[in-house]
């Protein structure tokens, strides 16, 4: 059962996060003529995971600035060092990481959200692809979905790497579009192995993949 109480934002992080949205899907629209299809495959209620492909620093607003509903994010300890950048996603809700991976802090508290019905954006990859193609996914998102019961979320993307590959300083404003597929449910991932539900959510992301690729050639 979601406690609804938990879900509630305090004020100021709801609006700030809600500017923040606005201002990102702006300038994707202006500067990178940023669309999305699939947003109906994004439930309007209830813990989800969506899992991304991973092609550059401009992932996590790409990801998270069409949907409707508030995102988690998990991000580096070390970036909440800097006094700018930290109190930004201190205020977006991320969730710090070690730099090794989730441990055991980052995996309870990820849990937590995903329990109060929140939605956590998740890159499986597990870092920035170095060539543009989607690379092997990591398993640490299944103990997640399965702990916390929540479906997955397919998501793929093109035209970030394009515009801030990996080493890259200044992103250059190429088209990007963003395709969100139809989610594994938790019961299935009850009923699959891990190296199963790997392979279809490979399949997943890979079919939303290509279609953005479709979307942007047209």
Do not use: W
């Not at 990801?63 to 300890?77: D, E, F, N, Q, T």
């Not at 201190?90 to 980052?106: F, K, T, V, W, Y």
């Not at 399949?203 to 979307?215: F, H, V, Y």
């Amino acid at each position: 059962m979601v406690d609804s109480k938990a879900t509630r934002k305090p004020v100021m992080r709801f609006l700030f996060y809600t500017v923040f949205r606005y201002l990102f899907r702006l300038a994707g629209l202006l500067l990178f003529k940023y669309h999305c299809q699939g947003r109906h495959h994004l439930p309007a209620a209830g813990g989800a995971i969506i899992c991304a492909n991973h092609q550059s620093h401009l992932d996590p607003p790409l990801v998270g600035m069409a949907p409707s509903r508030h995102c988690i994010y998990l991000a580096r300890k070390s970036l909440f060092k800097n006094p700018v950048f930290g109190f930004i996603i201190s205020m977006l809700d991320a969730i710090p990481l070690n730099r090794d991976g989730m441990g055991i802090e980052g995996i309870k508290a990820t849990l937590r959200k995903l329990r109060a019905g929140e939605t956590v954006v998740m890159f499986p990859e597990g870092t920035r692809t170095k060539t543009g193609e989607l690379q092997t996914l990591k398993s640490g998102f299944i103990t997640l979905a399965r702990r916390a019961k929540v479906p997955l979320i397919p998501c793929g993307f093109v035209g970030a790497y394009d515009c801030l590959p990996r080493g890259g300083k200044l992103p250059q404003f190429e088209r990007i579009r963003c395709v969100y597929g139809p989610p594994i449910t938790s019961q299935q991932i009850a009923e699959m192995s891990d190296d199963q539900l790997i392979e279809l959510l490979t399949i997943r992301m890979c079919a939303c993949i290509r279609r953005a690729e479709i979307s942007r050639a047209n």
